[in-house]
């Protein structure tokens, strides 16, 4: 069997204004750093989630994915690609995402398969618990997100495999509100918990 692909997809809508750079352009930069460094072989910027999904399912159809990361926004239990959002409401029939996630899901390399999402606050509060436990029960594989915003560092990173249950805190990571009611995320920072920096390809087994 071919090598197992490593994709990257990234938010190319966050452009920034009169001629000042936007974070796309940071995480082009960056898809061409991990690119050169060998950690991805694939990486594109898109426009929508469904450009996203759809890229994922097609690219290099001979090889299975062995791991996706997508640097973008996020909320608790929400990813973003501009103002479109994909939360849990995606892994349910009839949702206009559930069968273009489906088609990903086909390409997967088995359970030891990695969904990183590298977005801010993800698998914080309640929500990002109940979003983590449904995406990687949906796509059978593991999936990785953090509970902080996050920038140069990068706190609160988590992995949950299929059938498992989140085992951080559910306020873990939270400035304002309630694990049931968030606010306000904190920033990353070099003492909280489970933290690496952006150049960081690889996920700490203790993780």
């Known amino acids: 069997m071919s090598a197992s692909l490593r994709l ?21 930069a960056g898809s061409l750093l991990y690119r050169g ?16 999904l759809e890229w994922l399912a097609t690219v290099d159809p001979a090889r299975p994915i062995g791991e996706i990361q997508f640097w973008g926004h996020g909320k608790w239990g929400e990813i973003r690609v501009g103002a479109e959002g994909l939360d849990r409401g995606a892994f349910a029939r009839g949702h206009r995402l559930h ?21 801010c606050e993800t698998f914080g509060a309640a929500a990002g618990h109940r979003f983590a436990r449904e995406l990687t029960d949906f796509l059978g594989c593991r999936a990785a997100g953090h509970t902080y915003v996050i920038g140069t560092l990068q706190s ?18 939270l400035r304002e509100g309630t694990a049931a009611a968030p606010r306000r995320a904190l920033d990353s920072a070099p003492d909280a918990p489970n933290t690496v920096t952006f150049l960081d390809g690889v996920i700490p087994p203790e993780f």
């Not at 997967?108 to 990183?116: C, I």
């Not at 609160?156 to 990571?173: C, F, K, N, S």
């Open 37 to 52: 460094l060998g950690r991805i072989d694939r990486a594109i910027g898109v426009a929508s989630l469904e450009q996203a």
């Open 8 to 28: 990257l997809v990234f938010d190319a809508t966050c452009r920034g204004a009169r001629l000042r750079p936007g974070l796309s352009h940071a995480w082009g």
């Open 99 to 119: 069968a273009p996630l489906a088609r990903v899901r086909e390409r997967l390399a088995g359970p030891d398969a990695l969904v990183w999402l590298r977005t």
């Open 156 to 173: 609160g990173l988590h992995v949950l495999a299929p059938g498992r249950e989140p085992g951080w805190p559910d306020v873990e990571g």
